[in-house]
């Protein structure tokens, strides 16, 4: 039988509980350093609050340590991470290989041991990588996003010891995961420190060798979102056991958006397939709202390499959120002077906007404007919006919606509550009712309720009644049903009687831990594979890590603290490739528009473009 995980992100613990509320069987969550997110760090005692709330359900915590960490911050991060494990955590999700030493020594000194994940930041690529970590002692490999389903095979089948874990939905890096140095390079700020300024995000020129420009002022590295929805089984048959939502810094409605949309589609195959899945946690979620991701951020969505084949998959021209295409503006008119202005918008009839509403659009300039409807009117083939004066706005252009109003409210009014299912065997006699609880985890719980009855029931098929219906009701997180009610006798008992026995049982079952599914753990091997020769894209950073990749052999070490920006240094490798996107690739028969190389500028930096097309990749580097 395969588990499968949905693994939800966490800005806060607050956050993390209303993604386990919605059906996500684990949440990753950063600690107070160290995490590849800088704004979404959490004090420990959050922590521990966020894995109090999942061990009801069975759900994990994966804390983040995955940053690169510097000589002088290991004794510092060795303590974090006691820290982080003191709280309860199940996971820590690791780029720097000096965390394996680091936890050794912990467990040497007395901590418990922990189970460790190897990061996507450690560009997991092909099996012969996935080889190397896993013999680390690694239980889970997060591998690179821009893989297809038949590599995804190959590198499960290469390390058979390790749980597979792959991002299904969220934002996409264009540049492979952990090897992205732009951001180092532009502003000094390490995206392998957490501290990335989104450079694929920024808007650029392409211009040729002979300075003609090609393209003019767009977001060129600019990827739309990850959405695999609807490919859930398929990568669960090519061995991946968890299925990540990538958002740490999303809030919360996103989140629970997101996070129940596919738990849902979780629940489908495990519905389909009974004999060879089941949820990684407990608990069925009921009262939620109906989740709907195009009303959620999103760039656009697209699936990426999963089939081997590209596509089109830039947002090149809005590197923000548009949100769901409404139409087009059929008229502007705006009062400056009474600070108002009415938009009338072409749209379907099934198209029904609500006051307060977010829009967006593309202004002239090229930038995203947004704009919130005051008074939304629906009309029978339009819509108009009365809002604040917009000097951008413009017959003709596409209006999109950014923010459903009544769709948010919604998520707050039924934002999901999650129960844990528990069977009543029930026997009734005249001074005793005794009941067996035995939750869908395999708790079992056994207790004797004395009634004090003095006389009994004179309508017994009421009576019947009146203690099933009061025992099959729910109490704390625990949803009671009755299995099977025998009855010896018939007291007479009161429903408080019956609901004071649900309380009860409901706090016996929170004194028993839950049996919650066993997580991977990893072993190092004797034999660790051969390592080729280091570089600075191995990120090493301290003795250990380099220590480490001496032990396997790896020759080169000293240049592996090269700095990556150095001129000419290669800045980016990523599968997408502007040419292939402009349709002037000449590997697809494009006949050549431009005199090569190309170029990327930007604030009057100079990128030059590679392209490997034997490996179907392209590069960015510094000119």
Request: charged share 40%; glycine share 10%; hydrophobic share 35%.
């Given at each position: 039988?395969?588990?499968?995980?949905l693994l939800a992100p966490a800005r806060n613990a607050d956050i993390g509980i209303a993604a386990i509320d919605c059906g996500a069987d684990a949440v990753y969550i950063a600690g107070p350093h160290f995490g590849a997110r800088q704004a979404a760090g959490n004090d420990i005692s959050e922590i521990r609050r966020l894995c109090g709330y999942a061990a009801k359900f069975g759900a994990?915590?994966?804390v983040t340590v995955n940053t690169i960490i510097y000589e002088d911050e290991l004794p510092q991060a060795k303590e974090m991470i006691r820290q982080t494990v003191e709280a309860g955590v199940d996971a820590l999700i690791v780029q720097d290989l000096a965390v394996i030493r680091l936890v050794e020594e912990l467990v040497a000194e007395g901590m418990r041991k922990i189970t460790l994940h190897a990061s996507t930041q450690s560009a997991i690529l092909n099996p012969e990588r996935a080889e190397f970590l896993a013999s680390l002692g690694y239980a889970r490999l997060i591998l690179e996003r821009e893989l297809s389903l038949a590599q995804i095979r190959e590198i499960a089948s290469a390390a058979p010891q390790c749980e597979i874990e792959f991002f299904v939905h969220g934002a996409l890096c264009v540049c492979y995961s952990g090897q992205c140095y732009m951001s180092e390079a532009i502003s000094g700020r390490s995206a392998n420190r957490g501290a990335c300024i989104q450079a694929c995000r920024s808007r650029y020129d392409l211009v040729d060798a002979a300075g003609k420009v090609l393209v003019k002022d767009k977001a060129l590295l600019s990827l739309k979102d990850y959405n695999l929805r609807n490919r859930l089984s398929d990568l669960a048959e090519a061995g991946v056991s968890s299925f990540k939502i990538e958002g740490r810094l999303?809030?919360?409605s996103y989140v629970r958006n997101v996070v129940r949309d596919y738990s849902m589609a979780l629940d489908q195959i495990v519905a389909a397939h009974p004999d060879r899945y089941r949820r990684a946690s407990f608990g069925k979620v009921t009262k939620s709202f109906a989740p709907a991701l195009d009303k959620t951020f999103n760039r656009g969505y697209t699936e990426l390499y999963i089939d081997g084949v590209k596509g089109k998959w830039a947002s090149m021209d809005a590197?923000?959120?548009?949100?769901?295409?409404?139409?087009?503006?059929?008229?502007?008119?705006?009062?400056?002077r009474r600070g108002s202005a009415v938009i009338e918008v072409e749209c379907p009839a099934a198209c029904k906007l609500n006051n307060g509403d977010g829009f967006s659009f593309v202004a002239g300039t090229g930038d995203v404007i947004g704009f919130r409807g005051d008074v939304c009117e629906n009309l029978h083939k339009s819509a108009r919006i009365i809002c604040k004066p917009c000097e951008y706005l413009y017959k003709g252009a596409k209006i999109f919606r950014n923010l459903d109003s009544a769709f948010e409210k919604e998520i707050m009014r039924n934002p999901g509550t999650r129960m844990m299912g528990v069977g009543l065997d029930v026997s009734v006699e005249m001074d005793r009712i005794q009941v067996a609880a035995v939750t869908e985890d395999g708790r079992r719980v056994e207790k004797d309720f004395m009634t004090a009855a003095t006389e009994q029931a004179t309508n017994t098929e009421r009576l019947e009644s009146m203690v099933r219906s009061q025992l099959t009701k729910n109490s704390g997180i625990y949803e009671f049903s009755v299995s099977s009610l025998e009855f010896l006798d018939y007291p007479m008992v009161s429903s408080a009687f019956l609901n004071s026995i649900r309380r009860s049982l409901s706090e016996a079952l929170e004194q028993v831990p839950v049996n919650a599914r066993a997580l991977a753990e990893g072993s190092r091997a004797v034999n660790i594979p051969q390592c080729a020769k280091t570089s600075y894209k191995n990120n090493i950073a301290n003795h250990i890590a380099a220590q480490t990749y001496l032990e396997a052999g790896a020759a080169g070490i000293e240049e592996a603290y090269e700095i990556a920006h150095q001129k000419g240094a290669e800045l980016m490798r990523t599968r997408y490739c502007i040419r292939?996107?402009?349709?002037?690739?000449?590997?697809q028969g494009a006949a050549p528009k431009a005199m090569q190389p190309l170029f990327l500028l930007n604030n009057g930096r100079r990128f030059a473009l590679g392209f490997d097309c034997r490996n179907c990749e392209m590069t960015v580097s510094e000119a």
């Open positions: 039988m395969k588990d499968l995980e994990r915590v994966f999303k809030n919360e590197a923000k959120g548009m949100g769901e295409e409404i139409g087009k503006i059929i008229s502007v008119k705006q009062d400056l292939h996107e402009l349709g002037i690739c000449p590997k």
